[in-house]
């Protein structure tokens, strides 16, 4: 019991603590991660000497990448509506121009038709 209290109050986690925290499989693999600015985590030596970070940077840290996550998601679901509501405009678009299209094949037949009326009336008024 004591020691769940410890770390409530202790101003900084160790590394052993953020590996847990940060869901590392062990601690070099977390320690690399800082090093090679994978992680941008500022960590220092305590009086002890041991490795640490200041809870409450951790605390902003995964605020921070937490906002970053919901801007990420509003512009996926801003761009998902944007392509949704284009796609429906070339539909429509499309629908109107088989439609224009439907009506220009239609009148095209029914002058041809008329064209064909009027050749045979002028083949039978030869005739007769």
Do not use: C
């Not at 902003?60 to 996550?69: H, I, L, N, P, Y």
């Amino acid at each position: 019991m004591r020691k769940n209290f410890m770390l409530i109050s202790q101003k900084y986690l160790h590394v052993d603590q953020l590996v847990l925290i940060f869901g590392y499989k062990n601690k070099r693999a977390f320690l690399e991660a800082v090093r090679t600015k994978k992680l941008p985590l500022p960590m220092y030596k305590a009086e002890s000497g041991r490795l640490v970070a200041d809870r409450e940077v951790v605390r902003r840290f995964f605020a921070w990448r937490r906002r970053e996550g919901i801007m990420q998601l509003e512009s996926t679901i801003a761009r998902t509506l944007y392509l949704e509501s284009e796609l429906k405009k070339k539909r429509i678009a499309t629908r109107k121009k088989l439609a224009d299209g439907r009506k220009r094949m239609e009148a095209a037949r029914k002058k041809r038709e008329e064209k064909q009326k009027r050749l045979e009336e002028e083949q039978a008024s030869k005739n007769a």
